[in-house]
């Protein structure tokens, strides 16, 4: 008996018990569409969270006070880094194009009988370069504004439509802390990255926000919550981060554990593509334990339809059908079980895979490596699985068969 044969009688065996064969494939078909859409989905929400970084720029360099071991003991964050060292780094490192600094904190908002608690950001007028931001309305504060200790405001999109719904607010008046600022700009919108929003937020001047809302507690100027650099470009990132860790350590006269901390966003990229790349790992290796069940299933199917069979497979014994041909065909027919369920579950993996990407932020995409990989794993789990119901199909003896039936 030829292969194409035996093809065809397992497929009108299968195809004579529709049900049975359905139920052994949903394990194979669960593992695959499982299988497909994890890694899918991870790969997604890899792009996703590096999107995310990405649109906070890949040039850029944020400075955070106090090393590791202190922020992880001191409840509040260490104040190492003033006014004065920001300036310091625009003007005397060559690989850096535009420094801004922060300050932060949040404080009661009052807009005529209206309160609420808003994150306020004192901050410098570098902060449209750096951060990559526009105004929609008005303007931003200037240096003048900075040099005045001018009490004006830009406020974040969302803030400005839940305050003043569809009117414009340049000019308005508002409190901050028992402290009258007239809103001057209002920012574009841009959406929360990592956390991280301004559209929720008031801007003011950063010489403001220390002697008007935070207080002044550094003597050696105003104290920042972080400042971030923009380096030329991508390519000057690391010169950048050597050139300012030299000049603060200069600066502050360190000998030994420096007093402050430079992330990249190279650096944050790299972790999260470890994180995610490992999460995407797990959830596959989770899924593809189905495609083991599956398989087992398989093989009980097969176990049970050689005990069922034994009068067939001892007739056709008995007509000359060597042991070679029965191990075929019930090989062929745990194949067909496998990678029939293999194809089917593909389709539905590749659904769930274009829905997550329509119907979520996450931009999930169909991995051709996970498809190739699926259908060899199911095809070899049947071929694994089939060989011991086939091989004892085959060692049956013709005479025991017929007296057994």
Known sequence: MNILESMQMAGKTLLANK?????TMLGIIIGNASVIAMIGIGEGGQKFVKNQL????????????????????SRDAPKTLVLADAQAIANQVPSVAAVTAELNSRQVVTYENRNTNVNIIGTTPEFLIVRDYNTTKGRFFTDVDIKRNNQVAVLGADLTERLFGSSNPIGKQLRIKNASFQIIGVL???????????DDSILVPLTTSANR?????SPYGIELSYLIAAAKDEESVDAAVFQITNLLRLRHKINNEDDFTIRTQKDALQTVGQITGALTLMLAAIAAISLIVGGIGIMNIMLVSVTERTQEIGLRKAIGATRQDILLQFVIEAIILSAAGGLIGTALGVGGVVSVASLTPLQAE?????????LGVSGGIGLFFGVFPARRAAKLDPIVALRSA
């Open 188 to 198: 574009e919108a841009k959406g929360s990255a990592l956390g991280i929003s301004y």
């Open 213 to 217: 809302l935070v207080g002044r507690t």
């Open 19 to 23: 049900l049975r064969s359905t139920l």
């Open 366 to 374: 169909i991995a051709p490596t996970a498809i190739i990989m699926t």
């Open 54 to 73: 990405q649109s906070l720029g890949t040039n850029v360099v944020f400075v955070v006070p106090g090393n590791q071991a202190t922020q992880r003991i």
